[in-house]
């Protein structure tokens, strides 16, 4: 079967340092269906990693073996210095993640489930209570601490969900479609929270079907029926395909695909 070339970009110094993400001809394969064929990059520290691909590409699949939720059929890789196939637990304890289902529990308040996941994360007393008022400080939920999240706006319960992802300081934080449904005045602001984030050091690896939040990243990777066809920055990626939007060039390499099942 014929391997796509990905192209190379020249880091920036940022993105020149630790890897946070190495994937080395990572398969997963199901009896004779390949969902993830030979996948190979790096992610950086402190990177906004776009992972796109249309339905069936395979990004789930991938996405679930970098988490420490599925063992690849062959292949390596690690997330956060650790190996996926032995350590699965490791990464559990290193990563956040944040999925497109909201995932935090509407039936308690924000300060409830600050408390909560705080508790799980394994921080202390001290530095959840810290924590937790300067979350609800940097969100303006101070008149809202009290109310049940089911109650809020769905653009403030991703806002919500996704602080307390990264409220242990992970090395990485995976974002599974993060903004599907809210408008993109809420869109832009998340987008703001990703860039602080990824500033504070968190490398933040995120999938949408929205272009132009793909313009927002660092680098993106473009997956067509299980295999990495593109990799590059946005504006790399543009001029390779002599587009002006990346919506051009998701549609060049989208309507290449033969499969339509993850």
């Not at 993060?178 to 968190?202: K, M, N």
């Amino acid at each position: 079967m014929h391997r796509s070339k990905i192209v190379s970009l020249n880091y920036s110094s940022k993105m020149s340092g630790e890897i946070v993400i190495q994937a080395n001809q990572l398969t997963k394969q199901f009896g004779d269906f390949i969902a993830a064929n030979s996948i190979t990059f790096e992610v950086y520290k402190g990177e906004i990693f776009g992972f796109l691909g249309a339905n069936g590409a395979g990004k789930t699949t991938a996405m679930r073996m970098l988490c420490g939720l599925s063992s690849p059929s062959s292949g390596q890789a690690t997330v956060a210095g650790f190996d996926v196939r032995t350590q699965p637990e490791e990464i559990k304890k290193n990563i956040g993640y944040m999925s497109q289902k909201f995932s935090l529990y509407e039936d308690l308040t924000v300060a409830e489930n600050i408390q909560f996941f705080g508790g799980i994360y394994g921080l202390s007393n001290k530095h959840l209570k810290a924590k937790s008022e300067e979350l609800i400080n940097q969100l303006g939920l101070q008149s809202a601490k009290g109310q049940l999240v089911g109650s809020l706006p769905l653009g403030w319960k991703q806002k919500l969900s996704f602080s307390i992802a990264i409220l242990h300081q992970p090395k990485v934080v995976f974002l599974d479609e993060p903004t599907g449904g809210v408008d993109p005045v809420t869109r832009r602001q998340f987008w703001d929270l990703i860039y602080q984030a990824a500033e504070s050091g968190i490398t933040v690896f995120v999938t949408t079907h929205y272009m132009d939040e793909a313009e927002y990243c660092n680098r993106i990777s473009i997956m067509v029926d299980g295999r990495i066809e593109a990799l590059d920055s946005p504006s790399g990626l543009k001029k390779r395909f002599n587009v002006s939007s990346m919506d051009e060039v998701f549609y060049q390499l989208a309507r290449k695909a033969k499969r339509s099942d993850n």
